[in-house]
């Protein structure tokens, strides 16, 4: 049963129920028909609904098996892939050929002890009941893949990887706390359309070969359940678009479907673009959900499918546990709704709260997403600061998505090389045309443009100066008191940072450093880190920790595992890498229970 003591369990129970209970309604009218026009019944060995990364693997595996597989998405064809097509295509590796590269050591154990104190599993863990019980058992299971299994399935399917490995969610607390204690974050070669790219194929053969059949803008709006397994689903046939990837689709209804399967798969992604069931769900220990926000996820991640999942007998946990950025920049050529791209930032930029006062340790940029978020929403506004340096933008910051980085995404070595001579073009394209830049040749003149672009005045030019010229007095020294400082050190004593991700150390109001910059950052919507729960063999779990016949669930509308694999907080590299693992793992389960 769910806890009711749990933030936010009860309330995104009843969110999720109101957001899909138009739907509902149609769905149930339509089974008392049983006429269903055009679109008439289909049969399959297994109905897989979502064709982002997790139902691509999953429908790949089902093929791979021989199993007939009908994939169904209320989205076009032109947006197959789902997010993962947009993603910098990070992937979280243990001991890698290219950590050994970069003389990283790193260990399977070492893994596991940052998992664990990332996560911070605390709800029923030995109790098979409990919200974190499979979770925690599908956090081991997929450190023992990151560790084992994953890169080398991957590279056989002709995946390769930036040989310098990123260092994300550094923590900054203690050696069992929060954060990744070496570089993990592997920057895939073509970025997320190359993780996507190799499913894509497999499932394109496999509709040549007759085994998967593409059901474009199908929305489901039941499961159908018959003597309590499910065996199908009904919804809605959508006009057809040619809306392009990620821009936001009609919704106007031509038809009616019913399809029956033995097995069905969701793999369908979480709540990102619902900004109300965002906020509907929000937990208290983040403070109070903020007023305004940016979009991470095209419109069409909109949670429906954890509603009805629900209804079918599915059980949600940790539905309170989310993973938003706080460096979040609004998208000056937006491609969705409220599009916002995230800033993956080096650890040199000064952060300040939008009345100009610095934060303090861990929220230092790269370190600790969570814990900062709180901050932010304590400091009683929705954005906060960036004072950095034209030399800190130019080597420490990169943009999230596919788009913004263009010689990663078309694997062009020589774009990749001239970050070393310039500051990238997309970085350069926001600091002109983007609304969140300032740009000044003094701190006069910085500070009048921050007040202006805000229209507040918060922020006071004497003690930002203060703050400043104190963290600068602090450079002298090859050792120091600023936490911050003693980063930036630590990250240059790694190579891959020195090469790539950190500026050398220098005063912020060194004019040579210039011009000065400063970024407002916004709160940007990204993952759902709870949903369905599952267990090892990717089943929906019912209130009383049974399987549900014929369900299977991956990628984010489960957690990315178990309704929670991630506990509380993310390693980072681990949202694409558990879309594989699941979408894997629910494929090749649900093909061996649909064998002959």
Not at 74 to 97: H, I, K, N, R, T
Not at 281 to 309: Q, Y
Not at 468 to 477: G, L, Q, S
Request: with cysteine; hydrophobic share 40%; glycine share 12%.
């Amino acid at each position: 049963m769910e806890n009711p003591s749990v933030p936010g369990a009860i309330t995104r129970r009843r969110a999720l129920t109101v957001a899909g209970g138009v739907f509902a309604g149609a769905a149930l009218a339509q089974a008392a028909s049983p006429a269903f026009g055009a679109t008439a019944a289909s049969d399959a060995d297994a109905i897989v609904v979502g064709h982002g990364l997790a139902g691509l693997v999953a429908t790949a595996e089902l093929a791979a098996a021989g199993r007939k597989v009908l994939l169904l998405d209320q989205e076009p064809e032109a947006s197959l892939g789902g997010q993962a097509f947009w993603s910098f295509g990070g992937l979280f590796f243990v001991d890698s050929a290219e950590q050994r590269l970069m003389g990283v050591k790193d260990s399977r154990e070492l893994a596991w002890q940052d998992w664990l104190g990332t996560a911070g599993f605390d709800r029923g863990v030995d109790d098979p009941e409990g919200q974190d019980h499979w979770a925690y058992k599908w956090a081991e299971a997929y450190v023992d893949f990151a560790a084992e299994e994953k890169r080398a399935w991957l590279a056989g399917l002709g995946m390769q990887w930036f040989p310098i490995v990123g260092w994300a969610e550094r923590g900054g607390g203690l050696a069992d706390g929060h954060g990744n204690s070496v570089p993990r974050f592997h920057v895939t070669w073509g970025t997320g359309p190359a993780v996507v790219e190799p499913f894509e194929k497999k499932v394109r053969a496999a509709v040549a070969d007759r085994l998967v059949t593409f059901r474009f803008r199908h929305r489901v709006d039941e499961l159908i359940v018959t003597g309590g397994a499910v065996t199908g689903v009904r919804g809605a046939v959508l006009q057809p678009s040619d809306a392009a990837r990620g821009k936001p689709s009609s919704r106007t209804v031509v038809g009616e479907f019913e399809l029956r399967a033995p097995v069905v798969v969701v793999t369908s992604g979480g709540i990102g673009a619902d900004h109300d069931l965002v906020r509907a769900n929000w937990p208290a220990r983040l403070g109070s959900p903020p007023k305004s926000m940016i979009t991470g996820v095209p419109a069409h991640v909109d949670g429906r499918m954890l509603a009805i999942t629900e209804r079918a007998g599915g059980r949600i946990v940790n539905p309170d546990r989310m993973w938003h950025y706080t460096e979040g920049l609004k998208n000056y050529d937006p491609i969705w709704p409220g599009h916002g791209i995230r800033i993956l930032p080096g650890p040199s930029s000064m952060w300040f709260d939008a009345t100009g006062k610095r934060f303090s340790s861990p929220d230092i940029p790269g370190y600790d997403t969570l814990h900062t978020l709180k901050s932010i929403t304590d400091s009683g506004h929705d954005y906060s600061w960036f004072v950095t340096t034209q030399k800190i933008i130019a080597k420490e910051f990169a943009l999230s998505g596919s788009e913004q980085n263009p010689d990663l995404t078309e694997k062009n070595i020589w774009k990749l090389l001239s970050r070393i001579w310039q500051t990238p073009e997309p970085i350069e394209r926001f600091k002109e045309k983007g609304e969140d830049f300032v740009v000044a040749k003094t701190l006069p003149e910085l500070v009048a443009g921050m007040n202006k672009l805000t229209g507040d005045d918060l922020i006071d030019l004497a003690g930002l100066k203060r703050q400043i010229e104190a963290r600068d007095r602090e450079i002298d020294n090859p050792y120091t008191k600023d936490v911050q400082v003693m980063g930036i050190r630590n990250a240059l004593a790694y190579p891959g940072d020195t090469l790539s991700r950190t500026a050398s150390v220098h005063r912020i109001l060194d004019p040579g450093a210039g011009p000065l910059i400063a970024v407002r950052l916004n709160i940007l919507t990204r993952k759902t880190l709870g949903g369905l729960q599952t267990d090892l063999s990717g089943r929906v779990l019912n209130a009383a920790g049974t399987p549900i016949a014929g369900l299977y669930a991956a990628g984010e509308v489960a957690g990315f595992g178990g309704g929670g694999v991630h506990g509380y907080r993310s390693l980072e590299g681990t949202f694409l890498g558990g879309c594989l693992f699941s979408g894997r793992t629910a494929g090749r389960a649900a093909a061996a229970a649909t064998a002959s």
